[in-house]
């Protein structure tokens, strides 16, 4: 009965699609990416090379029927042929033949939501056309806006829904994701990166069947990132083939469905994870969720890396810091971990800045309580124990070697050895009667109270104005477990997860505001917490606390498909997780594909250490305005050969960088990837003008490089080489 009906409503809207034409809507405008059109009613976007059209039905109902390769004119055909595809914000309620972004209860326990369209306006915001589509209940005061920001040249929605309460009970909000696709019915396969501490953002591919795949998180922690690439089976390649890709611009607890009906047509919603999660939308109160990106590239995998880094880059980062060199970094967490003194950090500082070095950080260790990790976290004060005279005559010795001052910190967390716990026991999560999990001693502040907010905001205020600092490392070091909240009223205890999340946003952002010199870097053990969330606040990103080179080579080709290369912090240590015994030239080449740190005990170098690491740092400095600013493209794969390359392109294409790495050496011809050319091809260079490659000191057209490609030129295990190509026309 229900598939008959839909049926007959997909043949008529295909009769009005076809007799369509655009034209403006009564008391809208149209930008040149947002059309409105009267005949159907509905709009079409169209960016550089993607069509979105959107149609409202005569029931009122406001309809996807194209999302894909750029139409010209009014598309044809509704998504995937197929009727049965869910509206643009599909809600529960009405037949249940979709995912719903959308669960509410009324205050009548009616749990049912039938929205109608009501009004659009077409406008921009930040100079970026804007369409805002009302819908409003049937019978109940509750308004929904779904929102979509085009970026044109990238061919990206950003899609975001408000919902307000316009009557005067509360609403439950049961679900609200940030937003829904449909694509066109066919055979499609998912990529996306999960991972586990130390083995971060591993590739995972998989066909979508009939049924829901969900990716998700649910105790704050991810180790992968909020993202997925669509392609149809055995069509994504790295450069070409059509995607559809998105990403969620939220921290905490997220989640992504991938819903294919039984008639082949294929549902995507994604945000905030409601699981044991709701929210009372008050009186008059509005509801905002997080911003879900969707995009569409013809360009393969690196089209969908190259769009992202970007995007992020120039819509997500912060305006004063994206194109801000990173500086190169000490940390002495591998060198002293907890028994940091003046005496030995002092030592590492004078070494650090004979290698070039421009930041020293301590991390772990330099408060109250802290001898190891079983005590301390919550108490942000300096020990006088360590540090008899505080922190400042340290920093400034620091400062007058001619270094940058930074600190690490660790606010959402706790030891129930520490002051703050005995003074208040109840500012952790619990629950009655159970026992609160602890991760390495930690027990977890419950930051949706608003007096740990107070708390947190005093203690990173006093410390930043007394204190020097220009580098933050913000760490998070244990998952979500037990999050009760016993005091606050019933209705308020499963909203514990977002208040949670909006209070540390709001924590970052305030600090950040009063301290706007200061870089701010994200750690959550590793890279557990990497997402645009974090991204829009914190300048770079600590991918892992796997330092191996031979693990970080995968680690990082994945990180840079998703993220720009300037967010990616790297350190080159002591760790060899494989006993492949790389070279510390290596371990360079490795780190310095991003954001360069050294980590290990420089006490311990010998002279001839000392100087490689200054040859290395000083040659990292002459390109960093490429690695950190320009276009990276992902060569050689280490997933699928014993190798692998990345290139990094200025934008005006006159300077590229190419890092090759060989991992272990095989026979040539024994495995898959070995069987590959044994050339490698540059990308985005200027055909028609010679570049003098560093290789072999030749001139090469740059058609050449990018058409023939230039020989391996490593050989042996764990060899590496940075090779310039520079343009001399
Ligand atoms: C975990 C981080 O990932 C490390 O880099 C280091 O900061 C330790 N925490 C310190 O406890």
Not at 94 to 114: C, L, M, Q, S, W
Not at 205 to 223: C, E, N, R
Not at 256 to 274: C, L, R, T, W
Request: proline share 5%.
């Amino acid at each position: 009965m229900f598939k008959k009906s839909c049926r007959v409503f997909g043949l008529v809207l295909l009769c009005i699609l076809l007799a369509s034409q655009p034209c403006l809507l009564r008391g809208q405008s149209r930008t040149d990416v947002i059309t409105a059109t009267e005949n159907p009613k509905g709009w079409i976007i169209t960016s550089h090379s993607s069509t979105y059209q959107l149609v409202v039905t005569d029931e009122g109902q406001v309809m996807p029927v194209y999302y894909g390769p750029a139409q010209h004119g009014i598309p044809q055909k509704p998504i995937g042929d197929n009727p049965g595809i869910p509206a643009e914000i599909p809600v529960r309620g009405g037949f249940a033949n979709k995912t719903p972004v959308i669960e509410a209860i009324f205050y009548d326990n009616n749990r049912d939501i039938d929205l109608q369209f009501e009004r659009a306006e077409i406008s921009t915001l930040n100079g970026y056309p804007l369409l805002s589509i009302v819908q409003a209940d049937r019978h109940y005061q509750f308004e929904v806006t779904s929102f979509i920001r085009v970026i044109p040249s990238l061919d990206l929605l950003e899609k975001w829904i408000e919902v307000r309460n316009l009557g005067n009970k509360s609403i439950r909000l049961e679900n609200l994701q940030s937003g829904s696709i449909s694509l066109p019915a066919d055979v499609y396969e998912l990529n996306y990166v999960s991972g586990y501490w130390g083995h971060e953002y591993q590739p995972q591919a998989t066909l979508l069947t009939t049924g829901t795949k969900t990716i998700q998180v649910k105790d704050f922690k991810s180790y992968g990132i909020p993202a997925f690439i669509l392609s149809r089976e055995n069509n994504l390649g790295d450069v070409t083939g059509n995607a559809w890709f998105g990403t969620l611009h939220y921290s905490g607890n997220w989640r992504f469905d991938f819903d294919k009906d039984p008639e082949g047509s294929i549902q995507v919603a994604g945000g905030i994870n409601f699981w044991d999660t709701w929210w009372n939308l008050k009186t008059g109160d509005t509801f905002s969720t997080p911003i879900l990106t969707f995009g569409f590239t013809t360009a393969g995998r690196e089209g969908v890396a190259r769009t992202l880094s970007k995007y992020e880059k120039e819509n997500v980062m912060k305006k004063a810091n994206k194109d801000r060199l990173r500086p190169v970094l000490y940390n002495s967490w591998y060198a002293t971990e907890f028994a940091v003194n003046e005496k030995d950090q002092l030592a590492l500082a004078k070494i650090a800045k004979s290698l070039g070095v421009e930041m020293f950080v301590i991390d772990d260790g330099w408060f109250e309580g802290r001898v190891n990790d079983k005590g301390g976290l919550g108490d942000w004060t300096v020990d006088l124990k360590k540090f008899p005279n505080g922190l400042n005559p340290l920093i400034k010795k620091i400062n007058d070697l001619g270094l940058d001052f930074g600190l690490w910190i660790e606010p959402e967390m706790v030891n129930p050895n520490s002051n703050l716990f005995r003074k208040h026991p109840d500012w952790v999560f619990n629950f009655p009667n159970r026992t609160a999990n602890e991760v390495r001693n930690q027990l977890m502040l419950n930051l949706a109270r608003e007096d740990v907010y107070d708390f947190l905001y005093q203690s990173l205020h006093t410390l930043l104005k007394d204190h020097n600092i220009k580098y933050l490392k913000w760490d998070m070091n244990r998952p979500l477990s037990e999050p009760g909240w016993p005091d606050a009223p019933l209705e308020m205890q499963r909203e514990v997860r977002i208040r949670y999340v909006a209070n540390l946003y709001k924590l970052i952002d305030t600090l950040r505001k009063e301290f706007p010199e200061v870089w701010f870097e994200n750690c959550s053990s590793g890279g557990g917490r990497v997402d645009l969330g974090m991204l829009s606040r914190t300048d770079v990103f600590w991918a892992s606390d796997n330092t191996d080179p031979i693990d970080r080579i995968f680690i990082q080709y994945s990180y840079l498909g998703y993220l720009p290369a300037n967010t990616m912090i790297s350190w080159t240590t002591h760790e060899d997780a494989h006993n492949t015994h790389p070279s510390l030239e290596y371990k360079f080449d490795v780190a310095m594909s991003g954001v360069l740190g050294v980590g290990y005990d420089i006490t311990k170098w010998s002279d001839s250490q000392k100087s490689l690491a200054a040859k290395k740092i000083a040659e990292y400095k002459e390109l960093r305005p490429l690695i950190n600013n320009g276009i990276v493209h992902r060569l050689v794969s280490p997933y699928t050969s014993e190798k692998s390359a990345l290139e990094f392109v200025s934008t005006d294409s006159g300077k590229a960088a190419v890092f090759f790495y060989n991992l272990g050496e095989v026979m040539h011809g024994s495995t898959p990837g070995s069987r590959n050319s044994t050339k490698v091809q540059l990308r985005d260079l200027d055909a028609q003008k010679r570049y003098k490659s560093s290789l072999d000191g030749v001139l090469y057209t740059g058609e050449y490089l990018m058409k023939v490609g230039v020989a391996w030129p490593l050989h042996g295990s764990y060899t590496s080489k940075i090779a310039t190509f520079d343009r001399i026309d």
